[in-house]
């Protein structure tokens, strides 16, 4: 791209106690913000209380000024608007220039995004022209009382570890949490933030980009984000032919119904049913796991149910370890014992 300003240089050399206070990116599709905003507006509003540091929210697109009230009612004190036509969904290579010029210019100590399908799409973009570093998908974070730098917890080395991991000097400090995790903010009964619209002062670049269709999928296909119960099943399973037994045990007790990576690698069903590090992060009433060894991957998605049902014909499954109800046996055998005694009630 040609003319394309050195974003680097300009942050280059600058010392760290001119940056402050932490910004959040306000990702939004169709005209809403997408509700992973309200839970990385939370964390950063705890991450500031009794600290005086103010939350702005960076809020980049085309014809998107009506989204500011939302994000000033979430608590934040200053919107950063940069409402530009060249801004259009998908252009990520022209918004990750304009956030980092934006960043350059109003200089956050932290920035915070979610670990969306976008997050992931445009905070590397940015921290690599800003020349500072990334956490990602973090699970906590915290500030560090003598430096103010970011403290993260994350899964590493393929989730067999959660690493905690002090952000060290440079600014800005970025990061995105993993969704689902953090307690979305509540609405503020008299916001008081204010919006600082940046349109003219930010050149837009457009994109290289040419999108040719955009063809919508559900959000939630499986349904698993909103399931008070889930039913979901592992390799143990053994073959695709197996999976109608599931769905009849879910339909019966009104749940939906999850699977391993392993389960869909095998290609037993769709990956929108994957529950775990790099599948959906479930919290619900009742979790029954079948035939699911419990590898840490799949934990990670799944240990915060209430009660875990877990099925496995191995005594030393770790999935035991977890479980508040464990039943040694073949689930090809137990769950139609389970239905036999639900229809006999
Ligand atoms: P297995 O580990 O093979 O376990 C099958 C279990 O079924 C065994 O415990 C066995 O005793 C039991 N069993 C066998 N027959 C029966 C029977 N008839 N009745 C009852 N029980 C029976 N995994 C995820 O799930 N989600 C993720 O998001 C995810 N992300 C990953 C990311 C990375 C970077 C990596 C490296 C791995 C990831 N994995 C993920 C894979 C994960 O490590 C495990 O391989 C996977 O979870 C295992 O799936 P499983 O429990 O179905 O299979």
Not at 47 to 61: D, H
Request: aromatic share 4%; proline share 6%.
């Amino acid at each position: 791209i040609p003319d394309e300003p050195d974003v680097k240089s300009i942050v280059k050399g600058n010392e760290t106690s001119t940056f402050s206070g932490i910004c959040v990116y306000a990702e939004h599709t169709d005209g809403a913000l997408v509700p992973s905003v309200a839970e990385v507006i939370g964390a950063a509003r705890q991450l500031t209380e009794g600290t005086g540091l103010p939350v702005s929210a960076v809020l980049l697109g085309s014809e998107i000024g009506h989204l500011t009230g939302e994000l000033l009612e979430l608590g934040v004190d200053e919107v950063w608007l940069v409402d530009s036509p060249n801004l259009q969904p998908y252009a990520e290579d022209a918004e990750a220039r304009c956030m980092s010029e934006l960043l350059a210019e109003l200089k956050p100590a932290i920035v915070l995004g979610s670990g969306t399908r976008r997050g992931r799409s445009i905070f590397p973009r940015v921290a690599a022209r800003l020349n500072t570093g990334l956490c990602a998908d973090c699970i906590s974070l915290s500030l560090d009382q003598d430096t103010g730098n970011l403290v993260v917890t994350r899964p590493a080395y393929g989730g067999s570890i959660v690493a905690k991991i002090v952000i060290p000097h440079q600014r800005p400090q970025m990061a995105t949490i993993k969704e689902h995790v953090f307690r979305p903010a509540s609405k503020v009964s008299a916001p008081s933030g204010t919006v600082r619209d940046m349109s003219s002062q930010i050149r837009v670049s457009k994109t290289v980009l040419e999108i040719l269709e955009i063809v919508k999928g559900r959000a939630d296909p499986a349904n698993l984000l909103q399931a008070d119960t889930i039913v979901a099943v592992g390799r143990g399973i053994k073959k695709a032919e197996n999976l109608p037994l599931i769905y009849e045990f879910a339909g019966a007790i009104g749940a939906s119904v999850g699977a391993t990576r392993a389960a869909v690698d095998l290609g037993w069903i769709h990956p929108s049913h994957q529950i775990g590090q790099t599948g959906s992060i479930v919290k619900p009433r009742v979790y029954f796991a079948c035939g699911i060894s419990g590898a840490l991957q799949h934990t990670v998605g799944m240990e915060e149910a209430e009660t875990i049902v877990a099925i496995n014909s191995d005594p030393n499954a770790p999935i035991f370890d977890l479980a508040t109800y464990g039943i040694v046996g073949d689930l090809l055998e137990v769950i139609p014992a389970f239905m036999e005694t639900l229809k006999a009630e």
